[in-house]
């Protein structure tokens, strides 16, 4: 992503200023950024808008990941992470972290931003939405966004994983998505 067609409240411009050039068509919002206008909203462009909020050595997963891959317009209002690095205690309440040990094959780099692949995205949706319900229609939507047989793929990732959380939970969704497509 070029940085010139991505901007940052405070970098170059003010938050006022970004905002009125988004009234003149100039730019549209995309998380807490401004993108100038006619340029593709790319999976680089979404994660370099989401940059500024995550901390360094982190990787994002569930649905800011599958919001980075373009399963739904809007920005997810909770950023899940990984814990490989402690939070400043300012760090804010829309980052959710999880204690998970994610594998450097099933982590993808779009410039600074650290991102689970697809499969694992869709692993981690199908797993964790036993706990919070709306994961599940990110992940619906994810599979609209990449295609059928990453169900199938995310599906071997789950069950070759180790234990974790809800996992049972998501080898169900992913089995009953997979029997509904057939």
């Known amino acids: 992503m070029h ?6 409240p405070g970098d170059k411009l003010s938050r006022a200023e970004l905002c009125a050039a988004r009234l003149d068509g100039d730019v549209i919002d ?30 994002v997963m569930a649905s800011a990941a599958a919001w980075i891959y373009g399963a739904r317009m809007s920005a997810p209002t909770v950023i899940h992470l990984d814990r490989r690095t402690r939070l ?46 709306a994961l599940w229609d990110w992940a619906e939507d994810l599979l609209a966004a990449e295609g059928e047989d990453l169900a199938s793929r995310a599906l071997e990732l789950l069950r070759a994983s180790g234990r974790s959380p809800y996992k049972r939970n998501g080898v169900a969704f992913l089995e009953q998505h997979i029997a509904m497509t057939r």
């Not at 994660?47 to 050595?57: E, R």
């Not at 829309?94 to 499969?119: C, N, Q, S, Y």
């Open 30 to 59: 995309l998380a807490d950024a401004y993108l100038v206008t006619d340029t593709a909203e790319t999976p680089a462009a979404r994660a370099a808008a989401l940059a500024p909020t995550i901390p360094a050595h982190s990787v």
């Open 3 to 8: 940085p010139a067609l991505l901007y940052i």
């Open 88 to 133: 400043r205690a300012d760090s804010g309440v829309r980052l959710r972290l999880h204690d998970t040990t994610i594998p450097a094959a099933e982590v993808i780099r779009f410039g600074a931003v650290a991102v689970t692949t697809p499969e694992r995205t869709l692993a981690d949706l199908a797993r964790l939405g036993s706990a919070e319900p």
